[in-house]
Structures are given as structure tokens and as C-alpha cells.
């Protein structure tokens, strides 16, 4: 177990996020790490380089649509749709960098887990890996289902004056943070092929240490350089939350 021998009770999402920086370190990891990190640096890095040239206007023009009799609200508006901006892009192109890095992130979780429990994943060799392939992209299709019509909700409340500019990015907020908890907690259940209606119910029950996870992945996903390095950061901490909290209700113990 990550936690030797304390208890659980008192590891929140902030610790796993913190102990996913230290795990990326960890001897026997780094060629896991490499290609999801090259992944993240390529997608997230150019997206944002565009994304912090083009902000500005975006966000004038979202201030034009706020109605005259809110314009003294402007400096509590001009925040937040900054941050409803930065929230849909990072999880837009976190999505698009996870897909295309999918089957190493999940080995990454595997190779983590096994490293962590002591117990070796079946050898299914580079043929099983490939063969899984299709399984794997089928999963992020899943889970980007779950996604669209939540966010197309909440896109559309933005157009509704007062609750637009006021309610909606801090609904953005909660649901990304709500998003990016899933998005990496995935890895390991799936590594088990744990349904991800199962998956999200576990979750749920352990909803707020999750959202403070996903919520200081959101934080660090905006902040530039530290962004490039954060999905292999955020799989070894969901990992780390999966060994600790949520592997001894789907399998039996000494099992993989």
C-alpha cells in the first residue's frame, strides 16, 4: 500500500496529487512515463501556446454579451470567464492528449501497480497490448459520451444573463474538477476492466476527495511548463488512490 502502514481515513485528494510527483521518480518508471509525458508536451504545449495569444479577445468577447445592467460586475465577470475559458480548453485538449496516449498511460498505471501491491500483471505481450488497443480507445469514446451532453448544459446556461456570468463558471469549476477525477482514475480500473458505470460509482462514494484531486489537476493543468508534466503526475497519483482505496472492493486480495 502507498500508505505503509496509515490509515486512509485522513489521505485526501491533495495527498494523492502530491504523491503522483514523487511516484514519476520512482526507479523502473521512466520509460512508462516518457511517452505520455512527449504526448502531453506536444498536444497540451502547443495548444496552449495558441490558446494564451487568442484569450484576450476571447474574452472580450464574452464581455460584450454581458448585458448593460451588468457591467458593474465587470471585474467579478472578467475572472471568471477567464477561468470558464481555460477550464473548457484544458480539459478539451487533456482529452484529445489522452487518447492518443491511452495504451501508455495504462501501462504506466499497471507498471505503478504492480511495483506498489508486489503482484505482476498477466504477461500478455506486445500482441495482447495491441489486441487491447481497440478496447482501450473504446473506453475514452465512453467517457467523453458522459461528458458532451453535461458540458453542452452547461455551455448553454453561459447565454442565460445573471446565471451566465455568474453561476455557470463555477459549475464549470466543479464539473471539470468532477471530469479530470474520472479521466485519470479510469486508467487503473480499466487495467482491470472494471465497468465505468462501476468505476464512477466508487467514485462517488469518495466524491469529494476525488474532486479535490480533479480540482488541483484543473489548477496545474493552466499554469504553463508544470502543465506539460501533468498527466503522468495525475495517472501515478490515481493510482496511488486506487491501491489505496478502491482495489480491495473489485479484487481479491493477492489477486491481480
Known sequence: MTNLTETTKNLNGFHYF???????????????????????????????????????????????????????????????????????FTYFFSTIANIIASPFNGLLAEKLESQITGIAPPDTGVMGIMKDVPRILKRELTKIAYYLPRAIVLLLLYFIPVVGQTVAPILWLVFGAWMMAIQY?????????????????????DKWNNLQFGFVINIFTMIPILNLVIMPVAICGATAMWVDRYRNQHIEKGQW
Do not use: C
Open 18 to 88: 502530491a504523491l503522483g510527483w514523487r511516484l514519476i521518480t520512482r526507479s523502473g518508471l521512466k520509460r512508462f512515463v516518457i511517452l505520455p509525458l512527449l504526448a502531453n508536451i506536444i498536444i497540451l504545449g502547443s495548444a496552449f501556446w495558441w490558446l494564451y495569444g487568442q484569450i484576450g479577445d476571447m474574452v472580450n468577447w464574452m464581455m460584450e454579451k454581458v448585458p448593460d445592467w451588468l457591467q458593474w460586475l465587470s471585474y467579478l465577470i472578467w475572472p471568471l470567464s477567464v477561468i470558464f475559458i481555460l477550464l473548457v
Open 185 to 205: 482514475n479510469d486508467f487503473p480500473f480499466d487495467n482491470h476492466k472494471i465497468s465505468f458505470a462501476a468505476m464512477k460509482s466508487s467514485l462517488k462514494q
